[in-house]
């Protein structure tokens, strides 16, 4: 069974930083793209950060640009997102999220997401 | 960055209706939008992908049709288990973006 399981979530203050991390099974984990994408409370999806299975693209939201960092580990079968500077507006459910694809193309869906890892920026 | 906007917010619906949800990209998009359910508490699921593709598993009452910037999501006639929060979402170019969501809510 294809399972992704964040954790690292919790309460942290602003400007403070947080590490997530997903630990995957059920899959080769370099044969696929993997995402982050967070639910604020009673909020929409918003797609966050994306890593292409070789970490060779990166993409973010530009509402993180420079802030978070997406990262990999195949050989231990994990993801990660550091998160600096955290604000008031980052507090959200955080799920970690597999691709279909290797990378970053067009054909690209997220086909198994995690239950999510929640982040609450607060002081 | 492309928007994604959903039509309507929410909605009201019977066991039985016909269900329709629009979402408007704001550039061409062609085919690449992405549909997901999300039911309270829980991870979303994906539906449809390509516009028009019915993901493994997902029943044939599920409908996705068009491209360029207009979209459609049908539920044939509507179940118990379609009560949730569907989500549009562009696969054309990063960032990706998600419409804000369409709720379906029992009559």
């Known amino acids: 069974e294809v399972q992704l399981v964040e954790s690292g979530g919790g309460l942290v203050q602003p400007g403070r930083s947080l590490r997530l991390s997903c630990a995957t099974s059920g899959f080769i984990p370099e044969h696929y793209a993997i995402h982050w994408v967070r639910q604020g409370p009673g909020k929409g999806l918003e797609w966050v950060a994306g890593i292409s299975y070789n970490s060779a693209n990166i993409s973010y939201a530009d509402s993180v640009k420079g802030r978070f960092t997406i990262s990999r580990d195949n050989a231990k079968n994990s993801h990660y997102l550091q998160m600096n500077s955290l604000r008031a507006e980052d507090t959200a459910l955080y799920y970690c999220?597999?691709?279909?694809?290797?990378?970053?193309?067009?054909?690209?869906?997220?086909?198994?997401w995690g239950q999510g890892t929640m982040v609450t920026v607060s002081s | 960055d492309i928007q994604m906007t959903q039509s309507p917010s929410s909605l009201s619906a019977s066991v039985g209706d016909r269900v329709t949800i629009t979402c408007r990209a704001s550039?061409?998009?062609?085919?690449?939008l992405n549909w997901y359910q999300q039911k309270p508490g829980k991870a979303p699921d994906l539906l449809i992908y390509?516009?028009?593709r019915l993901q493994s598993g997902v029943p044939s009452r599920f409908t996705g049709t068009g491209s360029g910037t207009d979209f459609t999501l049908t539920i044939a006639s509507l179940q118990p288990e379609d009560f949730a929060t569907y989500y549009c979402?562009?696969?054309?170019?990063?960032?990706?973006?998600f419409g804000q969501g369409t709720r379906v809510e029992i009559k």
């Open positions: 550039q061409s998009i062609s085919i690449y």
């Open positions: 999220v597999k691709d279909i694809l290797l990378g970053f193309g067009k054909l690209s869906r997220f086909d198994v």
């Open positions: 979402q562009q696969s054309y170019s990063t960032p990706w973006t």
């Open positions: 390509a516009a028009s």
